[in-house]
């Protein structure tokens, strides 16, 4: 591996087991299926909504196998990347860089917007209080710098307060889920039967693509930590293993109190709330735990957006250390903090400009209800459209790394790659329900999606005839 400069270097041995736990957790923002990714899945999955986290999450789990089994051996802070380079080779490697990086722009917006989104719904619900389009950009604005302070802080800090937020989700929201299923008189089975899905099967794959996986897209953030992680063997893949296991049990609850609160022959409703945790709630715990509730919605999922902006500056980071379609001088880190302050600046600029932008652009073409819905789903389906294809090329990926790393083909190889194989396969017919037929304009996005594909191999081709294409990639031992 080339000599890191010292003004190029991540602090090491900052981030512990809990620290990695926390950053997945709040990437993965528990309470996104009571206020925010809730509303997708109400909306196509009607009073089978709590499927789409379970699907989502055993999904995501399977395809996570290939994924922890990797992070052992490869410690980056391109995250996936480098796994895929590890396996495949370094152009499909940058291809699949070019993929995460279209990945985590939309995951920003997905993240940052929702927090504006959240505070909108809220107030809407609760006080009868409708927020103006202008007051929810200047909001979006300062919640997209809160991202990019928490990002260039000390990682020796802020996992502490990560770690009270998530638990503060966990514990706030299972309480009050716990009331509305104790009082409700509409607890059923029925909420884990496809067939009473107002969309069908087709409906309830829309959910979980739109937003099932997006919940789960940020599981893999320990991922790019590990160059700071001070056990990254074990405590990279156990974090993940945790976090994942955690938000689907605590999701499957969150998005079943909501169901039940109203009942099968009123769950079409939901579908017209874009804050369903909150109309859920209200006529059973009353006005202040549902404050409390919306309280911390709001600073979870403010922090969410922080967190997804901590990954997506390591990030470009690391493509500007390959000198891949970044200058070598958003490598460098602050020299307090040694934390990639060049790369944020970037990101916070990329999502400001396209945030303020797409926002005003969906209330003016579909007014303020619509238009403040899709000012963050809109980002998210294309979230989860990058998330699926640089997943499944990691998982085939890892074939081909244990044939050259000569690792003898056991129980657990041979399960990772089946698992990984089988989560490749149902993300393809998720796709294809989900995809087949979309409407607009989540059908522009897609056509943008698949168009920076074509540019990305494009450009991979390119750097790679002229001999340009460049690794940091530590051997795996």
Known sequence: MAVQSEETELRKNAVGLLGLVSFSLVNIFPLSFAVTTAATAVVYGG?????????AGLVTLAVSIPIILFARKIHHAGGYYAFVEAGLGKPVGKFTAMTILFYYIMADLSAVIPTSYVLATGLQYIFNYTM??????????????????MT????????KLLMVIALAQIIVGGVLAAAVIFKTPYNSLAAFDPRVAPGGFSGLMLAIMTGGFLTFTGYGAPLFMSEEAKNPKRDVPLSIIIALITVTLFSVLMMYAEVAAVGLQNAASLSNDWNPAIVAMLPYVGFWPVMVFFAVAVIGQLWCGSAVGMAAAREIYAMARDEFLFPKTLAKTSKRFKTPIYAALLELIIVLIMGVGGTLLFYNFFGYSLGIFYSWVFWGALTTFAWVIYHSIVNISYINFVRK????????????IILGLIGVALFILAGYYGYNGISSPYNYGLYGAIAWLIISVIYVAYKWRKGELKSYLEKPN
């Open 405 to 416: 790393i000569k690792e003898r083909l056991n129980a657990v190889n041979v399960g990772a």
């Open 152 to 159: 260039v802080l000390d990682v020796r800090y802020s996992p």
């Open 47 to 55: 009073f089978a909504a709590p499927l789409v986290p379970i699907f």
């Open 132 to 149: 103006p389009i202008w007051l929810y950009i200047i909001l979006s604005v300062l919640f997209t710098f809160v991202m990019f302070v």
